[in-house]
C-alpha cells in the first residue's frame, strides 16, 4: 500500500511578492508530523536566537496535519508559529473552527510567511492559485468587518483568518481570528502581533479538494467508533449544553477559579458569570468547529444592554474567568461585550484580563492613580474593563503602556508591583490554580511558550480523567506532588502529538477516547505502520526541540518557576487545607523523567536518542 501524499508547503515572501511551492521532506514529516510538531521544526531551522520579533527576520508559520480535513472528529484545526514579541521565546497557539480544514481541502499543509510587504496586503489561497492582494482599504477594521468584506470579494464559502487593530499596533498580544463573528481564535503570546508587524491583515483560503486517504475503510471504523465514544459521553453532552464556562462554580467550589488577581480562594458571585446562567439569558445558538460533534462554541445575543449590543462569539471558561473573577467582574452581558471587543480588535482575553487584574491591584495599592489612567480602575468596575480593552487595543494613552503586557509594565511600575504580575516566562496565567491541582504548577513552570495548562493538560487527570495507555488507570491526588514531574512530562508529549494530528484535547482527553483508536486513523490515513509508542517518541521530540529553541534565547532552570504569590500564598479567605505546590520536588522529578540536566538543558543522550540535530 502507498502511503497517503501530504506534505505540501507555500512559501511567501511579502516583500518581494515572491510565491513558492514545495514538499516538506518526508523524513520532517515522519519525525514531526505536523501542526506544531512541523511549525516547530521550521522555526528552529530557520529563525536564529538573536531575531527580534517584530523583524521582517522573523518568520509566521502556519501549519495543519493529517487529520485535518478528514472524517476524523474534531480535526479541523491549525497551529501558528512565530517567535514571540511578548515572551521573545518560541510560541506556537492552535486554533479551531473550519480555516484549518479549508487549507488542506486548497492542497497545503503549511503556509510559510516571510519578511515584510511594503505596504497592507492579504493572501487569497483558492486551490493552486494564490495571489498577493492589497489589504489597505481594510487595514483598520476589526476581525468581523475585515472577515465580512473580504469574504465578498473573494468568495462566500472561503474562510478568514486575520488581525484587527490591536495586531496592526504592535500591541504586544495580538490574536489571530479566523470564522468571523464565531471567532475562532489563535490567542496567546502576540501571533497576530507578528502578522501585524508583516503589515499582513489576512489569509483567506478557499479549497475544493478531498485530502488523499491511505486506507478509507480502515479509517471508517475507527471514526465510528471514536464518534460512538464522544457521542455517549456525559461531558461532551454537559460542553455542548453549557460551554467551557459550564464548569465556572465547579471552579469556584474547588478552589481552582482565579480570583481578584489570584488573591481569593472562593467568591459567591461565581454562579452569576456561569456557563448555566449564560445559557438561560443570552444564549441563542451553538456554534461547531469543523468535524466537531460536540458544539461547545456559544452564539450570544444582547440588545439594548448597558455596554452596547452583542451578537457572535460567547466568552469560554478562560475569558469569563480573566474578565470576570479575575477582576471581581460579575455582570455577564459586561463580560460579553468585553470578549466581544476582543475578538474584534483581536487581542488574547487571558492577557487582557491579567492586565486589568494588575492595574486594579495598582490602583488599589496607590501605585497608579486616576491621573495616571485618565479614570479610576477599582475592583469589579466593568466600565474600566471596557475602557481599557478600548485603550490598550488602541494604544491610546494609559493604553499604550498595558499594551506591552503585565511583566513590562509591573517593571516599569516598580515598587512591589512585581510581586502581583502574575506570569511565567512573560506569558501571564490561564484560568486555573496550581494550589488547587499541583501538576498545573510544573505544566506551568516548564510550558515552552510560558505559563499554559494545554501544553500538558495534566489537572484533569488528577480530577476525573484516566489514559491507561499511559499508566493511569485512576485519577491521581491533586494534592501531592508525588509522580507530578513525570505526569506533566508524558502529558506535554501526548499534547504535542494531538496538536501536530491535529485533534481537539477536549474530544480526546475529556471524552475518554482510546489512544490507539487515533493511532489506527494515522495509520489509516498516512499507510504508515507507527505504534503508540512511536508517536509519543514525536511528541517527546518535537517538545525537546521547542525548549531546544528556548535554550539558544537563554531559558534555563532559573525561569522554570511560577510567581511567588501562587507559590507561597494560600488565598486571603482560604478556609480549606493548604495545598502550596512543592515546586521544588517535581521539577527535580520533572527533568529526571525528561532526561535533563539539573540546569533544565537536555542531555546530549537525550538529543541522541530522539535523533535531534543541528544542536544549539
Known sequence: MLPAVYGDILRVDLKEKSIKTGKVPAEVLRNYIGGRGLCTKILYDEVSPDTDPLSPRNLLIFATGPFAGTSVPCSSRFAVAAKSPLTELWACADCGGTWGQELRFAGYDAVVFSEKAIKPVYVYIDDKNVEIRSAEHVWGQDTYKTSEILQRETDKKAVVACIGQAGENLVKFASIVSDGLHARVAGRAGLGTVMGSKNLKAIVVKGTRKPSVADERRLEISVKEILQKIMNSPVSTRLRNYGTSGVVETAETLGDLPIMNWRLRHWEKAEKISGEIMANTILVGRYYCGKCVIGCGRVVKVSNGKYGNVYGAGPEYETVAALGSLCLVDDLEAIAKANEMCNRYGVDTITMGSLVAFTMECFEKKLISAKDVGFTVEWGDARALIELINLTSERKGFGAFLAEGVSRVAQIVGHAAEEFAIHVKGLELPMHDPRCYSSLAIGYATANRGACHLEAFSHDVERFVTIPELGYEKPLDPSTPESKGELVAKMQNLMYVLDS???????????????????????????????LQDLLTIGERIFNLARLFNVRCGISRKDDTIPCRILTNPGENQDRAVNLPYLGKMLHDYYKARGWSEDGIPTLGTLERLSIQNLP
Open 501 to 531: 494530528l491535529p485533534i481537539c484535547k477536549f474530544a480526546c482527553i475529556l471524552d475518554g477516547v482510546p489512544l490507539m483508536k487515533l493511532v489506527d486513523c494515522f495509520n489509516a490515513i498516512t499507510g504508515w505502520e507507527l505504534t
